[in-house]
């Protein structure tokens, strides 16, 4: 992931990591997410993110992202 594309979604990694519970989150942002989350070693983001993506019954394969 560039640095550019890092960004984008570091705020909202952020947000999440400090509890902010979204209404949506879209693929790219969860990607992000998930690769920001792997690389600080916050697995509560990861965790956050899938259990909203599954209420939400968003189809993603957590494992290629991770």
Partial sequence: MEIQEYSEHFEFFLQIAHGVRPEKI???AANGC????KKYG???????????LI????????????
Avoid: P
């Avoid at 998930?34 to 989350?37: C, E, G, I, K, P």
């Fill in 26 to 28: 879209d693929y790219r």
């Fill in 34 to 37: 998930f690769l920001l989350a």
């Fill in 42 to 52: 916050l697995w509560n983001v990861t965790r956050l993110i899938e259990e909203h």
């Fill in 55 to 66: 209420l939400n019954d968003y189809i993603m394969n957590v494992q290629k992202c991770i």
